[in-house]
């Protein structure tokens, strides 16, 4: 077994930052000392396969990322990057861990649903990956396979409130999973949008002449978002499951997670990186010399990016301070601009939704440090250690400390990342929804269960190096 030692660096956790070196012995971190430390007598330095000089830089858990939509089937076309693709641009970035969605359509098998993903995962995965669950349409043997799945290490279920006949389930369906959830300690996840609305919505623009990107956001508006999130609040109330809101970007859906933490209710929310950075009118309605009034297909996704006048993104950030949403995933969900987005040139509804940021979420929740948005603690808990808690994987994900997985990333504040420009990005989509975006910080180095799997050369790792993480229950309720 391989041992190594990082020294030098500034080791942060959610809770504080200290000088000290990290043991790693295999797959584990075995001791995090002061620096310079003696172990059993000896020195260090002289006794270890490898060190890692992380002098002036921050040594802090691998990202984990609860939100990716590797290969998934939507809207006539599949998410560009594989488990493969999309993994290795994960490790690029710093993240070590996905939870990635299966999914059933209506009149599929869960149970058949989850083998499939967990054979389109195994042997090809760069960093470690677990799976949710995707309900549709919820049926009598859709409730036995979610106590099926728990044993398995499933332990969180999403569905939808919107897409009509591909994920939308009804309120009754919602009720009836979520009592399920309350008897057997699932988190409930919700895509929270009234997708009855938005078709209506969606049919009168495109009725009306309107095709283009931006009125994927004007036939969403906040409204549709808060009405929803209003409903499944109430639905968790009503049962008692735990309900974790997906992608909330509309700042009156902040409001009612809020208020309903503040009646004491489970009720967790996460955000990401294009609600607190993108907007309706420089993105969703942008033009290009390429693609004319298309090139806001780029921020085609649900929820939709919103706009700023309306206090969104602020409303965002604040959220993320206050710990009224408790973390930050992507929704990484790519589709490339060449005959993918291209399938709605004609009308913005046939726009496949989603967008690619699986390898930009570390740096991009960084510049949040350095723009005096959130403290650098808190960056390393929205970004690992809650979405580790939240989701059963503490203790061996989301914290440096003896016995966990040594996923760590060494991250050079003095560092500098261009992102996106050019080829210089790692997923599989031929654009970058972060083009232009320069980032005060570098991540230097990732290791993955003990193996080093980026550093100054490059990506070193190996397909097939991920393993399967069995989830327990979420630790944030226990
Ligand atoms: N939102 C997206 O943007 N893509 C996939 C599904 C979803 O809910
Ligand atoms: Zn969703
Ligand atoms: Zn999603």
């Not at 005959?339 to 967008?355: H, T």
Request: a negative charge; charged letters at 20%.
């Amino acid at each position: 077994m391989t041992t190594t030692l990082i020294t030098g660096g500034t080791v942060v956790s959610a809770t504080g930052r200290t000088p000290a070196d990290v043991l790693v012995d295999g797959e584990r971190i075995v001791a995090v000392l002061a620096p310079g430390s003696e172990l059993l007598g000896s020195d260090l330095t002289g006794s270890v396969d490898r060190v890692v000089d992380a002098t002036g830089k921050y040594v802090i858990p691998g990202g984990v990322d609860a939100h990716t939509h590797m290969e998934m089937p939507f809207g006539g076309t599949f998410a560009s990057d594989t488990f493969e693709t999309g993994t290795r641009a994960a490790a690029w970035g710093g993240t070590t861990t996905i939870v990635d969605f299966a999914v059933q359509h209506p009149g599929q098998n869960i149970l058949d649903q989850h083998q499939l993903w967990q054979e389109k995962a195994a042997g090809r995965c760069a960093v470690d990956y677990g799976f949710h669950q995707i309900l549709s349409d919820v049926q009598d043997d859709s409730l036995t396979a979610m106590d099926e799945l728990i044993t398995e290490g499933v332990t969180s279920f999403k569905l939808f409130t919107a897409y009509k006949g591909v994920f939308l389930s009804d309120d009754g369906q919602i009720f009836r999973a979520f009592q399920k959830g309350a008897q057997n300690g699932a988190m409930m996840m919700m895509h929270a949008e009234n997708g009855s609305i938005i078709d209506v919505l969606q049919q009168q623009a495109l009725e009306a002449g309107h095709t283009s990107p931006q009125w994927h956001g004007l036939t969403r508006p906040w409204q549709t978002e808060a009405e929803a999130t209003h409903r499944v609040i109430m639905i968790s109330h009503l049962t008692g499951a735990p309900l974790y809101v997906v992608h909330v970007s509309a700042k009156q859906a902040v409001e009612q997670i809020a208020a309903a933490r503040d009646r004491g209710m489970n009720v967790f929310g996460e955000t990401c990186p294009q609600y607190l950075y993108l907007s309706l009118e420089e993105h969703l309605a942008a033009r290009s010399e390429q693609w004319g009034d298309f090139e806001g297909a780029k921020y085609v996704c649900s929820t939709p990016i919103r706009s700023h006048h309306d206090g969104h993104h602020d409303a965002m950030w604040q959220s993320l301070r206050t710990n009224d949403i408790q973390m930050v995933s992507t929704d990484h969900c790519p589709f490339c601009m060449k005959e993918q987005k291209e399938l709605g040139r004609d009308s913005f509804a046939a726009i496949p939704n989603g967008m690619g940021s699986v390898e930009n979420r570390m740096d991009l929740m960084y510049q949040g440090v350095v723009d005096g948005r959130i403290t650098l603690e808190r960056w390393v808990e929205i970004t690992s250690t809650t979405p580790a808690r939240m989701f059963g994987m503490y203790g061996r994900k989301g914290v440096i400390q003896p016995g966990a997985d040594a996923d760590i990333v060494v991250y050079d504040p003095n560092g500098h990342t261009s992102i996106g420009m050019g080829k210089a990005h790692h997923m599989n989509i031929d654009y970058s929804a972060w083009e232009g975006f320069e980032i005060d910080g570098h991540v230097d180095l990732v290791m993955s269960r003990g193996s080093v799997i980026v550093d100054d050369t490059g990506y070193i790792g190996r397909k097939g190096h991920g393993s399967y993480i069995k989830r327990g229950l979420t630790q944030y309720l226990s």
